[in-house]
């Protein structure tokens, strides 16, 4: 399966936290397109209305701080990002990411370099970030989480495994 993905820029800084991402007074909602709506709120409450699917984040250092809630990656998906580039992420919200397919690829220089509102691509197979004529080389990622990202998350590649077992 190719892990391919095309989408416009959106550009947020350091320190960048699930509180912010997704405040706390909307964790009492349950379905994911609710959550969705609230993205971003607590620092860009014009995000949402600017966010089509497919886009793509890119972040500064420490992406997802804070909590370890995995509301802020639901809301995220939801809302129509397909993948984050960061300078770096914070390790629970990477894992939560991965557990819940959406890609965060640890790319310093392209994370910085990106521009907001213009298309980018973010190719899993290469390991690469790309826009315009520009190309940068990501840090690779493990084998397993390069299979969880391709079945969409932990829980389709565990039923993924149990059914081949």
Known sequence: MSLVFQGRVHRFGDEVNTDVILPGRYLSLRKPEELGRHCMEGLDPGFIKRVRPGDILAVGRNFGCGSSREHAV???KAAGVSAIVAVS???????????LGLPVILCPDAAQALREGEEAGVDLDRMAVTQGGESW???PLGDEVRAIL???????RVRQALAAA
Do not use: D, E, K, W
Request: aromatic letters at 8%; charged letters at 10%; hydrophobic letters at 65%.
């Open 150 to 156: 391709a079945a969409g998350g932990l829980v389709s």
């Open 137 to 139: 080389q990501a840090a």
């Open 74 to 76: 639901i809301a995220l």
């Open 89 to 99: 992420a914070a390790r629970i919200f990477f894992r939560n990411a991965v557990n």
